[in-house]
């Protein structure tokens, strides 16, 4: 048990110290640089500490369940220490290529260590190397299906008023405002003359998918060229009530170029509301304006 355990340990330094190693070759040619190189440290950090949390535990379970497998010992162990690694995905996410890669390097420190001095069946060892990265494509492949099909979305539907540009601010969890209204699968957002909505919804999370309309006084709708919007920053405030979450964003009409969609320099004036003082014309608090 002691050597099993020492065993174990080793694969566990090995892959935690191998994986950063293999993946500065990639930084260094990505960046150019040495300066982003420290996330590698923190790449180490997180492996060793999940080598010797999960992992080990992990190793040990698959010794005792493997046991009796005989000649398919080496294959169903390898099938499910990169199964183990996969299912990381469920805690940690699209991260857990990592999880994958050193589950990979790990068995494979474990059986070098186990064969060392013994004779190398070349057949055997081809045969199961050539399934076993069938299996690690199959779970990042796997891998990339989850984490886009558990992708959040926001599905949010602006209507701004027709003459409008500048910076809008929206109020989230506003409980007094009555249930949003829906366009399809999208939630509408009313913006104001003022640039400001208030609306009962939760800040939405996620990648954005929103859409963005200019409406007129007949409800004629124009749709707004995505270069036309900014996304801006999002955050909370409080007074001693309560919290506001919101977020920002500006919209412009004409003349959208790449730097106004990126930066949202609006280049003209602006005349929109700080939060504090729209949350005070709405009697949310008193924020001394």
């Not at 190793?59 to 497998?69: G, Q, R």
């Not at 996620?206 to 995505?226: L, M, S």
């Not at 001693?240 to 609006?266: A, H, P, R, W």
Request: proline share 2%; charged share 20%; net charge negative.
């Amino acid at each position: 048990m002691t050597g099993n355990l020492s065993r174990k340990i080793d694969s566990a330094l090995f892959s935690a110290f191998l994986l950063p190693g293999l993946l500065s070759f990639y930084f260094i040619y990505d960046y150019e640089s040495y300066e982003d190189l420290f996330i590698l440290l923190i790449i180490l950090f997180f492996t060793l500490v999940g080598n010797f949390f999960y992992a080990i535990p992990i190793s040990i379970l698959i010794d005792w369940i493997t046991k009796s497998c005989g000649r398919f010992q080496l294959l169903i162990s390898g099938f499910l220490h990169i199964f183990f690694g996969f299912i990381t995905f469920f805690i940690i996410e699209g991260l857990n290529f990592f999880a994958i890669a050193c589950a990979v390097l790990f068995f494979l420190s474990e059986e070098w260590q186990k064969r060392k001095g013994n004779p190398f069946n070349w057949k055997t060892g081809i045969v199961n190397g050539v399934i076993l990265v069938g299996i690690v494509v199959l779970a990042v492949y796997s891998s990339f299906l989850l984490d886009k099909w558990m992708e959040k979305e926001t599905h949010e539907y602006y209507l701004f008023p027709a003459n409008y540009e500048g910076k809008v601010t929206v109020i989230y969890n506003i409980k007094e405002e009555p249930k949003a209204k829906k366009m399809g699968d999208y939630n509408v957002i009313q913006v104001n003359d003022q640039g400001y909505a208030l609306t009962s919804l939760p800040q939405a999370e996620g990648t954005i998918k929103n859409k963005y309309y200019f409406v007129d006084k007949n409800g004629e709708r124009v749709k707004i060229d995505e270069k036309c919007v900014h996304i801006g920053s999002s955050g909370s405030i409080s007074n001693d009530e309560q919290e506001f979450q919101f977020s920002n964003l500006t919209v412009k009409k004409n003349g959208c170029t790449d730097d106004f969609y990126i930066n949202g320099n609006m280049y003209g004036e602006d005349y929109s509301l700080e939060i504090e003082e729209i949350l005070q014309r709405e009697g949310l608090g008193d924020f001394g304006y």
